[in-house]
C-alpha cells in the first residue's frame, strides 16, 4: 500500500510466515532452513529498504547484508543488549541506517489506510482474552508461542 513492489518477510514461525503470505508478502523465508540474506539478494539483488524488528543481535548484520548499494536499515526494535556488524558494509556500499520508534508518524497514515479500507487490523488477530488472563494467555503466550502475531485484550462488560 505504501508502494513497495515486493516484500520478503523472515520468520522462524510457520504460523506467521503463513500469515505474512496472506496478508500480501512476497515470500516468507525461514531463517534456519536458509540463510535470509542469499535468499533476499537472490530474490532482488538487494533490498531497497530492510527493517530489523526482532532485537536479536545477529539479524540486524542480515538486514544490513541484504540491502542494495545506497540501501537504508531501519531499525525499529527496541535492544535489551547490544548488537555488532561491520561498519564496512555500510561504508562501501554506502548504506544508511536509521533508527525509528516510528509510532508519531506512522499511526496516521496507518490509520487512514484501514478507513479506505486498504488495511483491516482484524487479520493481525490470532487470539482474543479477557483481562484477567493477560498474563498467563497474553505475556506468556506471545513469548513461548511463535504462533501468535497479536492477542486482543477484551476488556469485562
Not at 13 to 36: F, H, N, Q, W, Y
Request: charged share 20%; aromatic share 6%.
Amino acid at each position: 500500500m505504501a508502494g513497495a513492489a515486493q516484500i520478503h518477510v523472515v520468520e522462524p514461525s510457520p504460523e506467521r510466515r503463513a500469515k505474512a503470505l496472506e496478508l500480501g508478502a512476497t515470500s516468507a523465508i525461514d531463517p534456519v532452513a536458509a540463510d535470509p540474506v542469499t535468499a533476499i539478494r537472490a530474490a532482488t539483488g538487494g533490498v531497497h529498504v530492510a527493517f530489523e524488528v526482532t532485537g536479536i543481535p545477529r539479524v540486524l548484520p542480515q538486514c544490513i547484508d541484504s540491502t542494495r548499494h545506497e540501501g537504508q536499515t531501519l531499525i525499529v526494535s527496541i535492544w535489551e543488549g547490544e548488537a555488532a556488524f561491520q561498519p564496512n558494509t555500510a561504508v562501501l556500499k554506502e548504506r544508511q541506517l536509521q533508527g525509528t520508534i516510528a509510532y508519531s508518524n506512522v499511526y496516521p497514515a496507518v490509520m487512514e489506510l484501514m478507513t479506505q479500507g486498504y488495511f483491516s487490523a482484524e487479520r493481525l488477530v490470532t487470539k482474543r482474552i479477557a483481562l484477567d488472563d493477560i498474563v498467563a494467555e497474553g505475556f506468556d503466550a506471545l513469548v513461548a508461542e511463535e504462533s501468535q502475531v497479536k492477542i486482543l485484550v477484551q476488556a469485562p462488560d
